[in-house]
């Protein structure tokens, strides 16, 4: 795992994939993930040192200008979200369920990096914005309680910039929605 990850959202498709390009030829980064997403934006995920990350996601928005909707770097992400971003996390049996749901892609991974860190939880998925208007969510699992503090942790610190725009705990969810979302 490399030191940070740093993410990108944009309005605009084109201008999305033109900073991309700047950003991978600017520093010695890694591409994770670059795909547009609905309603017409772009999101690029990538990797590498913090400071290459950080130079990488500058020089991005510089191209990017007015279409940057967000940007993030996140260091020392934890390991189990990148696997979670691909639905290929190993979660174990789901004691109960925690969803959150979010504003936008890029909020959806540094929530479900702070659920994570926050709490004995395990990421189940992290899904961003394909087909769902440009929202993003997150499921987590654990012990009743460790969700619960998973999602307080999380709306604590996002409490200011509305990311969160729901949540809810189920406690042993039935069989028959576990097929639905796994």
């Known amino acids: 795992m490399k030191k940070a990850v740093g993410l990108m959202e944009f309005k605009s498709i084109p201008v999305g994939i033109e900073s991309t390009d700047e950003m991978l030829k600017s520093g010695d980064v890694e591409l994770l993930m670059a795909s547009p997403l609905c309603p017409g934006k772009y999101v690029s995920i990538i990797t ?16 990017g ?16 979200v990148l696997p979670a971003l691909l639905a290929a996390g190993e979660f174990g049996e789901v004691k109960s369920l925690g969803i959150i749901e979010t504003i936008n892609a890029i909020s959806s991974v540094t929530i479900g990096d702070m659920c994570v860190k926050a709490s004995n939880v395990k990421l189940i998925e992290i899904r961003i914005a394909r087909g769902l208007g440009g929202k993003g969510f997150v499921l987590i699992t654990g012990e009743i309680a460790s969700v619960k503090a998973a999602i307080e942790a999380a709306k604590a610190h996002k409490i200011d910039s509305n990311l969160i725009t729901s949540y809810s705990i189920i406690a042993k969810p039935h069989k028959d929605i576990r097929k639905t979302l796994f």
Request: hydrophobic letters at 40%; zero cysteines.
């Open 48 to 63: 590498g040192d913090v400071d290459a990350v950080e130079a990488s996601i500058k020089n991005g928005t510089r191209i």
């Open 65 to 80: 200008g007015i279409y940057v909707l967000e940007t993030e770097v996140l260091p020392n992400i934890h390991p189990d």
